[in-house]
């Protein structure tokens, strides 16, 4: 099975950067479409951006777009989630999960998931 582990969340100011990583302990990574949600309080958890197995094809939110990039290193089982002029409505628990193949936007849809890592950006 694939298991997820998040880590790289933190505090850091509107405008800044951080980069989150997700690990997997698994032996079939590389068959595996990864993604990123978030889930903010009050808030559904929502998508935020998917990467293929690949890593030839991604798909972002609108709310993140141009602002936020997903890559993978499958020589080193993980997905990386650049997170470019963060916004205080960025803040949330990110999630990284993943399915086999094809890339999808519904949480459903996904059948790993991680524990999350916290990231909040201040004004």
């Known amino acids: 099975q694939v298991q997820l582990v998040e880590s790289g969340g933190g505090l850091v100011q509107a405008g800044g950067s951080l980069r989150l990583s997700c690990a997997d302990s698994?032996?079939?990574?590389?068959?595996?479409?990864m993604a990123w949600f978030r889930q903010a309080p009050g808030k559904e958890r929502e998508f935020v951006g998917a990467?293929?197995?690949?890593?030839?094809?991604?798909n972002y939110a609108d709310s993140v777009k141009g602002r936020f990039t997903i890559s993978r290193d499958n020589d080193k089982n993980t997905v990386y989630l650049q997170m470019n002029s963060l916004k205080p409505e960025d803040t949330a628990v990110y999630y990284c999960?993943?399915?086999?193949?094809?890339?999808?936007?519904?949480?459903?849809?996904?059948?790993?998931w991680g524990q999350g890592t916290q990231v909040t950006v201040s004004s």
């Open positions: 999960a993943a399915r086999p193949f094809a890339i999808a936007q519904q949480r459903e849809r996904y059948n790993s």
């Open positions: 698994g032996r079939t990574f590389s068959n595996y479409a």
């Open positions: 990467i293929s197995w690949s890593g030839a094809s991604t």
